[in-house]
């Protein structure tokens, strides 16, 4: 079975600064996908970015990008410049593409963007 | 495009009741999945529903059960409530093959008392 551990329950920064949400995964499958997403107060989770394991290369999506590292089953979140707007639960995800298709989450961690 | 809607949006119900909860997916989506967030934790896998027959369960008991329409619209039951059962319940909807771009409706909060 696949398990998510995300290690850090809130985190805080001020605006227009550097942040970074820590993932590790654990699963004996070589082909899968790992996902960030977004919950704000509105509840719905929002996809914010997705890496493909068999690609190297780190995803990243205007200001934000992930370090992937398959070896040590890591996959953390780096907000550039954050904004107001960042504020919410952001949860990590794995999926694999065989059989159904069902996401796994971590517990997720609460950031909070200081004005 | 209405994206995944869900219904309804609250809804508080007595211990031992059962509850009906309601899903229609994106447009062109024709596969749903459940999810239970339960307060403060990451959303569990329910079960997942496609050509109108459940494809695959989570850890849950045989109280929480589906049903999805030839229109690709689901719900989801649960019976004999339990004060346990309080928490956000999140549709996502996918084209079947392709789950790595599922997207979620806003969710249903259900309270037990």
């Known amino acids: 079975a696949q398990t998510v551990t995300q290690s850090q329950p809130e985190m805080s920064v001020q605006e227009a600064e550097t942040v970074t949400l820590s993932c590790t995964y654990d699963?004996?499958?070589?082909?899968?996908?790992l996902f960030w997403y977004k919950q704000p107060p509105s509840r719905q989770m929002i996809l914010v970015i997705r890496?493909?394991?068999?690609?190297?290369q780190n995803a990243t999506e205007n200001r934000f990008s992930v370090n992937f590292q398959k070896a040590a089953k890591s996959f953390s979140l780096k907000i550039s410049d954050s904004q107001l707007g960042d504020t919410a639960m952001y949860f990590c995800?794995?999926?694999?593409?065989?059989?159904?298709?069902?996401?796994?989450f971590g517990t997720g961690t609460r950031l909070t963007i200081i004005p | 495009d209405a994206g995944v809607t869900q219904s309804p949006t609250h809804l508080i119900k007595t211990r031992g009741q059962q509850v009906t909860l309601r899903c229609s997916p994106k447009s062109g989506h024709d596969t749903v999945s459940w999810y239970q967030q339960a307060l403060g934790q990451g959303p569990q896998f329910i079960f997942q529903y496609y050509e109108e027959e459940e494809r695959q369960r989570g850890n849950f008991p045989d109280r929480f059960s589906g049903h999805q329409f030839p229109n690709y619209s689901s719900e989801l039951n649960v019976n004999a409530l339990l004060l346990g059962d309080s928490a956000l319940y999140l549709c996502?909807?996918?084209?079947?093959?392709?789950?790595?771009?599922?997207?979620f409706g806003q969710g249903t909060r259900l309270t037990v008392v």
């Open positions: 699963t004996s499958e070589s082909n899968y996908y």
């Open positions: 995800a794995f999926l694999t593409p065989l059989g159904y298709e069902k996401l796994t």
């Open positions: 996502a909807s996918s084209l079947q093959g392709h789950n790595t771009e599922a997207f």
């Open positions: 890496q493909e394991a068999y690609k190297q």
